[in-house]
């Protein structure tokens, strides 16, 4: 929809990003509302974890209009996803929970983002939370302003038959076109968000947008590797609901992945030890009494107290002391040989060749991983050995340390991929095309679509 430039303040020396709506497009006034509903809706909301608008209007000599807006420094989620592939759970968490705070705050206010995605997410740097980055949400453009009881106000921008949003991360209502779509559309994008931060790929990918809507309709969402604690996969789950009202709403998500960052939570934590299992004796009071009272007590308290602790556990033990007399006599009674027994034998050493249990194997290690398109050629980065192709399946011992391949097809970018050896390794991926036409677009993100049907 525009371009974003880096300005200076002259006075203030204060830098700010202004986001300039393209020339042609201002003449169309559906765009231009969609461009200005990102600074209300940010204003409306105003939370830490959303970008500050400063001001908005229209240039006098050519009547552009514009957004001043806060200055961010640091990456997008998008970006570290690419060099790092996939994040800890835990990490994954901290961020997740972070973009939930600030999506319940706009659900509250009656604001649906409706195109989260890891591009529209930053991180920066900020020492007074968790962790030492915030984030930030980005491009509100295409929010949607709930009314009075969460329901749609009748507007060209919601009308039915339009679908606004990036497929990769649009829930099944929007692919529909839906004109009622509500939070729970966020709730279901931000679930993909946080399958693809610990997969490194989101759940479903295709070589068509029709493909992708397809999928997000019927498919059910692949499982997410064993390693990745059962909490975390289980909201991840019930969050890529396909029915709205089964998934949980953005403030029970907040309320979830905080959770996630405790032990109590599900973290990859060792489990609590078994309480020793003790006999009960009855305890004359007497000896209660005298552990309650010790601290503070003097020696000569001390020594009174244990004489009467002793002189209450004496017929206790007197009686202990008689049942065991009278059982062994009874014993001797009946097995009379057994006063007398014979020393032991001398021990003897055996010829025979010990024989040791073999410790059990541990299963081995599986990964695979398929492309789209498929044939991507997976090549080891370290020794350059081919591997084979996508769809690829491999067996192997579990070892440590880690194995990094390149996925290459002609005509897409080449993809990179860190493997754990000692754990087992399920990824999708899909490759992004080379770009064919060097000129310049002014059809935005070919990632965004908006599709009439």
């Not at 552009?64 to 800890?88: C, D, H, W």
């Not at 007074?128 to 009075?148: Q, S, T, W, Y």
């Not at 050493?349 to 194997?361: E, F, L, M, N, V």
């Not at 390794?425 to 677009?441: A, G, K, N």
Request: aromatic share 4%.
């Amino acid at each position: 929809m525009g371009e974003v430039f880096e300005a200076r303040h002259e006075k203030l020396e204060r830098r700010a990003a202004i986001k300039f709506l393209h020339p042609h497009l201002c003449s169309h006034p559906q765009v231009v509302a969609r461009f200005l509903n990102e600074a209300r809706a940010v204003n409306i909301v105003r939370h830490p974890s959303l970008v500050d608008i400063f001001e908005l209007g229209q240039a006098d000599d050519d009547g552009a209009i514009y957004i001043i807006m806060e200055y961010l420094e640091g990456e997008t989620l998008a970006s570290r996803l690419r060099e790092r592939l996939a994040l800890p759970p835990k990490e994954a968490a901290r961020i997740g929970r972070q973009l939930a705070t600030a999506l319940a705050a706009a659900h509250a206010c009656g604001i649906v983002h409706r195109d989260l995605k890891p591009d529209n997410l930053m991180l920066v740097s900020d020492d007074e939370v968790d962790g030492g980055e915030r984030l930030k949400v980005l491009d509100f453009g295409i929010a949607k302003m709930l009314g009075p009881g969460g329901h749609t106000p009748t507007s060209s921008m919601t009308r039915t038959g339009f679908i606004l949003g990036t497929p990769q991360y649009m829930a099944p209502e929007q692919c529909k076109g839906s004109r009622d779509v509500d939070g729970k559309a966020d709730v279901y994008a931000l679930g993909v968000i946080l399958y693809e931060a610990v997969c490194g790929s989101p759940p479903f990918a295709a070589a068509s947008e029709w493909e992708l809507f397809a999928m997000h309709l019927e498919q059910p969402a692949p499982a997410l590797p064993p390693s990745v604690p059962a909490p975390y996969a289980s909201l991840v789950a019930a969050m890529l609901d396909k029915e709205p009202s089964r998934r949980p709403t953005m403030a029970e998500v907040v309320v979830r992945l905080g959770e996630l960052r405790t032990p109590s939570g599900g973290e990859l934590t060792s489990p609590p030890r078994p309480a020793a299992r003790t006999l009960a004796l009855p305890v004359p009071s007497s000896v209660v009494a005298a552990r309650a009272t010790t601290l503070g007590a003097s020696a000569a308290e001390l020594r009174a107290r244990t004489r009467s602790a002793r002189r209450a556990w004496a017929p206790i033990a007197v009686a202990l002391a008689a049942a065991a007399a009278i059982g062994g006599a009874w014993m001797l009674s009946r097995h009379p040989s057994t006063a007398t027994l014979p020393p032991p034998p001398p021990p003897t050493t055996s010829t025979a060749p010990k024989t040791t249990s073999a410790p059990i194997a541990p299963p081995p290690a599986r990964w695979t991983i398929t492309s789209l398109p498929d044939g991507a050629s997976i090549v080891r980065v370290d020794t350059g050995e081919r591997l084979g192709e996508t769809p690829w399946h491999r067996e192997q011992p579990r070892a440590d340390g880690v194995m990094k391949v390149r996925l290459a097809l002609p005509g897409y970018r080449a993809r990179e991929l860190t493997l754990d050896r000692a754990g087992d390794e399920h990824r999708q991926i899909q490759l992004r095309p080379l770009p064919r036409d060097p000129r310049p677009t002014t059809q935005g993100d070919n990632d965004d679509v908006q599709v009439v049907h």
